[in-house]
């Protein structure tokens, strides 16, 4: 089972329309296609980031006399890592533009999850709470609603 975070943007008139679900744990096309990810995510600092750090990686190889294989071992450590914080840092851009976490669901993969979490919104919204069905229940002798 995989866990992904479910986000809305609270603006919208329905909420799920527009959700996006985003994987938990290592993402496997930002560690393979680090700088083309965060430029597809539009995160503009993530991708700064590892410009700046492939940068300096280049002058740790230079610097040491290290040869290929050092330079492929700062670029794959660079990559895992990136692939490790990537979904975090979509999280906390989509949290910047107002976007707000509304559900944790498990599912096989994102399209199992989406239909639990759309199961569980349209659920939610039938649920009446205790204190609203008080306020809503008429009373014999009148046929108004009784206060609490």
Not at 36 to 63: E, K, P
Request: charge should be negative; glycine fraction near 8%.
């Amino acid at each position: 089972m995989k866990v992904y975070t479910v986000h809305t943007h609270p603006g919208d008139a329905d909420p799920m329309e527009n959700a996006i679900l985003i994987r938990e744990g290592f993402n496997f096309w930002a560690f393979l296609l680090s700088g083309l990810w965060a430029l597809y995510h539009r995160l503009w600092l993530g991708f700064i980031g590892l410009v700046v750090v492939s940068i300096l990686c280049s002058f740790a190889v230079d610097l040491f006399d290290g040869g290929p294989e050092m330079d492929f071992a700062l670029a794959l450590v660079t990559g895992i890592g990136f692939g490790l914080i990537a979904n975090d840092l979509r999280r906390r851009k989509l949290a910047a533009n107002g976007w707000q976490l509304v559900d944790i669901v498990a599912g096989r993969d994102e399209t199992d999850a989406e239909h639990r979490c759309f199961e569980r919104f349209k659920n939610s919204r039938r649920h009446i709470p205790q204190s609203a069905a008080a306020v809503i229940t008429s009373t014999p002798s009148t046929g108004s609603p009784s206060y609490p």
